[in-house]
């Protein structure tokens, strides 16, 4: 096949994509707003005249929308319809298990990929086991010892980001084409306490979880650097895990992959262990 387009390149999941599509042989155009090494390409949602020469000789997309950008499908029903004028048959496009077809935001590109592209598949992950380590304020939480949410006794079927990589590389790739939807979980669900249990069985270091108010959780959310307008967007989410929207189980990635998804304790054991050794 030609090449594949991803967005994101750098990004958690989509580096992922980038290195699953190169074991598989297939050149991926790794697109990011500031490239640094070959093989990356300049992509930048709000510059249309940078997506022609991203989309020249593609034949699918990995496609994540722009971060931040209060209404998403403003700029992303042009650049899918670029693609479609660009030969782009397939696109995958990496959403949220809490956003449905039609919700505003990430909802209305559910919707725009299945009216404008012929082959389209939605990922819909659950929270990332990732946002446990690196600059998160979760990971802030874990390495100081207390994890701060407002999600109660709500659990979550936490899913490693390659486990979502690697269902969106054979949706990119599989011959038949994966229309529809893919609701992407992990292999147990976990309230925050008892992720915090993990975390300390496995590392040695003790973790606790408080569960504050939604106000709370926003106001340290913008501590932590989030735009105030979209801190309360993103606390107001653990509402809903509160009152059990990610309550389930799926096995979309073994259906998909072949193989059963990390569980959260191998995923504590390889990145928060080895850093506490």
Do not use: K
Request: aromatic share 6%.
């Amino acid at each position: 096949m030609s090449a594949v387009l991803v967005l994101g390149s750098t990004g958690t999941v989509g580096s992922s994509v980038s290195a699953l599509l190169a074991e598989e042989g297939v050149s991926a155009r790794r697109a990011t707003r500031s490239p640094r090494s070959a093989g990356q390409i300049r992509f930048d949602w709000f510059d249309a005249d940078t997506w022609a020469s991203a989309l020249t000789g593609t034949s699918a997309v990995y496609l994540i929308a722009p971060a931040g950008a209060a209404d998403p499908a403003v700029v992303v029903e042009p650049f899918l319809h670029a693609a479609h004028d660009a030969g782009v048959r397939r696109v995958v496009v990496q959403s949220a298990s809490a956003v449905s077809a039609g919700d505003p935001g990430l909802g209305a590109i559910h919707t725009l990929a299945q009216q404008l592209v012929p082959e389209w598949t939605v990922l819909r992950p659950s929270w990332f086991m990732q946002n446990f380590v690196g600059e998160s304020a979760l990971a802030d939480g874990v390495r100081r010892g207390e994890i701060v949410t407002s999600t109660g006794d709500g659990p979550v079927a936490f899913v490693d980001a390659r486990d979502i990589a690697a269902v969106g590389v054979r949706a990119l790739l599989d011959p038949t084409p994966h229309v529809g939807a893919h609701v992407l979980t992990g292999p147990q669900t976990l309230t925050y306490t008892d992720a915090a249990e993990v975390i300390t069985r496995v590392t040695g270091t003790p973790v606790t979880h408080r569960s504050v108010t939604v106000d709370e959780l926003a106001a340290l959310h913008v501590e932590h650097g989030l735009p105030a307008e979209y801190a309360p967007i993103l606390a107001g989410l653990d509402l809903d895990i509160r009152d059990g929207s990610e309550n389930r189980v799926t096995n979309t990635v073994e259906r998909v992959t072949g193989r059963a998804p990390r569980s959260f304790e191998d995923f504590v054991r390889e990145y928060l262990a080895a850093d506490t050794a």
